[in-house]
């Protein structure tokens, strides 16, 4: 069965507090990326990767790092979190440089 | 730069009902527009993708058409019923803006027993 795995699920932290959110795929997929999803704003591509070590920035990237060093994995990493990265997040991944399959998400909660 | 929109933000109809779902685009230079489902709590499931060299994609009571000299898409949705009830977005990359996908702020379904 198609998977796209985030971890956690959910997060309440404090400013400051660096974060790591896991995304894990077991379709051998060479595209992975990231969205974040805010009410009136829909979906907003933050940081994508069309291979291993290879990554770019989406939309709005300011505050994020990802990296890429094996197929399956690309975390998305927040060094000092803010209150203006409270969000829901997702990842996918997809063949064809497409997102195809989503995680079911993280709630992340910035104090 | 580029923007999506959908209309309408919200729908309800009666179970059984043909719906049409409209999504615009601001520059007809795309590579490929795709619909997508989000149930509540769930991520996206991807519906149909069209490519810019096609003119509509058909899985089953679904039916995605392609206009783009005039910036829109329509997903088609036939004999709708409770289980189609969710928010449907649509995306599209765009030619000059790298893998890039903008996505409208979508259309929540709801399809009443």
Partial sequence: EAQVTQNPRYLITVT??????????????EYMSWYR?????GLRQIYYSMNVEVTDKGDVPEGYKVSRKEKRNFPLILESPSPNQTSLYFCATGSSSQPQHFGDGTRLSIL | KQEVTQIPAALSVPEGENLVLNCSFTDSAIYNLQWFRQDPGKGLTSLLLIQSSQREQTSGRLNASLDKSSGRSTLYIAASQPGD???YLC???????????????????????
């Fill in chain 2, 91 to 113: 995306a599209v990359r765009f030619d000059n803006y790298g893998q890039n996908f903008v996505f409208g702020p979508g259309t929540r379904l709801s399809v009443l027993p």
């Fill in chain 1, 37 to 41: 999803q805010d009410p009136g704003l």
């Fill in chain 1, 16 to 29: 400051g507090k660096k974060l790591t959110v896991t995304c894990s795929q077991n379709m051998n997929h």
């Fill in chain 2, 85 to 87: 009830s969710a928010t």
